[in-house]
């Protein structure tokens, strides 16, 4: 059974950083692609950054490029996701997702198999 614990969701403000965390378990690690989603309500889902350690790739969004950073720590089944210049539009539930395809970007452009039950972030200006 795939298991996905998210944390780190916070209030920060507006120009500042914040990591959340992903844990999952029930897979092999290494051999799925695990990325991060974002909701807002009344907006569409954005697939925010995905990576795959299988091929050592990762993929950002547009929105999100020079300011997040993804990673992975095999050792621990965790995968981070670091949020630096943080604006008021990046106010959303952030989802860890994971997803049998090797390949972040298809991911992050689709629906991934399995989801979290999210964590809070919220950025005031």
């Known amino acids: 059974e795939v298991q996905i614990m998210e944390s780190g969701g916070s209030l920060v403000q507006a120009g500042g950083s914040l990591r959340v965390s992903c844990v999952v378990s029930?897979?092999?690690?290494?051999?799925?692609?695990i990325g991060w989603f974002r909701q807002v309500p009344g907006k569409e889902r954005e697939g925010v950054s995905c990576?795959?350690?299988?091929?050592?790739?990762?993929y950002y969004a547009d929105s999100v490029k020079g300011r997040f950073t993804i990673s992975s720590d095999n050792a621990k089944n965790t995968v981070y996701l670091q949020m630096n210049s943080l604006k008021p539009e990046d106010t959303a539930v952030y989802y860890c997702?994971?997803?049998?395809?090797?390949?972040?970007?298809?991911?992050?452009?689709?629906?991934?198999?399995?989801w979290g039950q999210g964590t809070q972030v919220t950025v005031s200006s």
């Open positions: 997702t994971v997803d049998s395809t090797v390949y972040p970007d298809y991911m992050c452009r689709g629906t991934p198999d399995y």
């Open positions: 990576i795959s350690s299988r091929i050592g790739s990762t």
């Open positions: 029930g897979f092999s690690f290494d051999r799925y692609s």
